[in-house]
């Protein structure tokens, strides 16, 4: 199984909502992201957890709060998004990279759930 | 400096003709890693190919072949027999070894480019 799953497919919301994101995979995947992209645009890495901690936070709005329940499971809380925020959110799974002896850890997307914020 | 660039940012190709998309990168790290991802008009993004900083032979998966001139920084993929299902944005991606650190599994992208096949 080389899927990741994510939940809703289409989300609208208004500034005042609190909504999450969430996203699966079965693969024992240790590494797992979110991403943000804009329309035309490469994703932008927002969070990263490794082995269920959060090792990265590209400086993200705290309106943005990742959870990461157990080794399979990640959630995005959102809460007071602007528009600005609309964007298709991916989530990713790898193997851990951080030790650094394998590179060819390629990331499994899952097919994103495309955010408007009213 | 941007780690990997793309400078086509759109291309039409006709059915079953080769098209090559250039990537260019910069690291000082020796250990790293290139990959081309493919992203239809439906949102997933689905990994294509994978060429390492050590690999002697470049880097072929079917339809697929990357063309990896180390001492260029470029990392090209080149799409044999095009299809029209072959339609979609393409972006390359580094991933630096940044031995025991939380960067080891950070993924850097060139900006994408537009592939689309004609008929």
Not at chain 1, 16 to 22: D, E, G, M, R, V
Request: charge should be positive.
């Amino acid at each position: 199984d080389t899927e990741v799953t994510q939940t809703p497919k289409h989300l609208v919301m208004g500034m005042t909502n609190k909504k999450s994101l969430k996203c699966e995979q079965h693969m024992g995947h240790r590494a797992m992201y979110w991403y943000k992209q804009k329309a035309k645009k490469p994703p932008e890495l927002m969070f990263v957890y490794s082995y269920e901690k959060l090792s990265i936070n590209e400086s993200v709005p705290s309106r943005f709060s990742p959870e990461c329940p157990n080794s399979s499971l990640l959630n995005l809380h959102l809460h007071a998004l602007q528009p600005e925020d609309s964007a298709l959110y991916l989530c990713a799974s790898s193997q851990d990279g951080t030790s650094g002896t394998i590179l060819k850890y390629e990331q499994y997307f899952g097919p994103g759930t495309r955010l408007t914020v009213t | 400096a941007q780690k990997i660039t793309q400078t086509q940012p759109g291309m039409f190709v006709q059915e079953k003709e080769a098209v090559t998309l250039d990537c260019t990168y910069d690291t000082s790290d020796p250990s790293y890693g290139l990959f081309w991802y493919k992203q239809p008009s439906s949102g997933e993004m689905i990994f294509l190919i994978y060429q390492g900083s050590y690999d002697q032979q470049n880097a072929t998966e079917g339809r697929y072949s990357l063309n990896f001139q180390k001492a260029r920084k470029s990392a090209n993929l080149v799409i044999s027999a095009s299809q029209l299902g072959d339609s979609a944005m393409y972006f390359c991606a580094m991933r630096e070894a940044n031995l025991f650190k939380a960067a080891g599994n950070k993924l850097t992208f060139g900006g994408g480019t537009r592939v689309l096949v004609k008929p």
